[in-house]
């Protein structure tokens, strides 16, 4: 059974930083292109990141490009956002999403973490 | 950017009614279109890819259907299970984007 865990989300000050991780089992960890989509609370759904799947090329909406970045480690089957410089039109919930085709639909979605940016 | 509208924004239906939420694209999109369902507090679920490919284990009363800017998802006989909200995404070109999502409640 395909399987995302995100964690690390929280409250944190605008400026501050965060770091998103997400454990995957249940599938060939490194043979898949995986994605980070977001939701603000109450909002539609906005794609953040994908990375290839050896982390080689890696994507980014403008609005994070600079500030956000994505990384896998396929040995431990995870993915990590580090997220700086964080405003608040960053809050929202963030789903590490398994992206089959690469820039296409996403079949497996985690649960979400919460990430909050307020003083 | 891709911009994609979903109408409606909100319906409400009752259980057994035929749906169709529509979505278009500012731009043309080939069948690059994939629909989504979410239920509150849950992530999103794949329904159908491609505009018409069905993920596997969603039952067979969903159905999409379009090509270019016009695309529809269909759901033949509305279940109590199927109130919630769906959104389309276009995977022609980066961005990915979604759509603002079209809540089904009960009538």
């Known amino acids: 059974e395909v399987q995302l865990v995100e964690s690390g989300g929280g409250l944190v000050q605008p400026g501050g930083s965060l770091r998103l991780s997400c454990a995957a089992s249940g599938f060939t960890f490194d043979t898949y292109w995986m994605s980070w989509v977001r939701q603000a609370p109450g909002k539609g759904l906005e794609w953040v990141a994908n990375?290839?799947?050896?982390?080689?090329?890696?994507y980014y909406v403008d609005s994070v490009k600079g500030r956000f970045t994505f990384s896998r480690d396929n040995a431990k089957n995870s993915l990590y956002l580090q997220m700086n410089s964080l405003r608040a039109e960053d809050t929202a919930v963030y789903y590490c999403?398994?992206?089959?085709?690469?820039?296409?639909?996403?079949?497996?979605w985690g649960q979400g973490t919460l990430v909050t940016v307020s003083s | 950017d891709i911009q994609m509208t979903q109408s409606p924004s909100s319906l409400s239906a009752s259980v057994g009614d035929r749906v169709t939420i529509t979505c278009r694209a500012s731009?043309?999109?080939?069948?690059?279109l994939n629909w989504y369902q979410q239920k509150p507090g849950k992530a999103p679920q794949l329904l159908i890819y491609a505009t018409s490919s069905l993920q596997s284990g969603v039952p067979s009363r969903f159905s999409g259907s379009g090509s270019g800017t016009d695309f529809t998802l269909t759901i033949s006989s509305l279940q109590p299970e199927d109130f919630a909200t769906f959104y389309c995404q276009q995977s022609y070109s980066t961005p990915l984007t979604f759509g603002g999502g079209t809540k089904v409640e009960i009538k």
């Open positions: 999403a398994r992206a089959p085709s690469g820039f296409d639909y996403f079949d497996y």
């Open positions: 731009q043309t999109i080939s069948t690059y």
């Open positions: 990375i290839k799947q050896d982390g080689s090329e890696k």
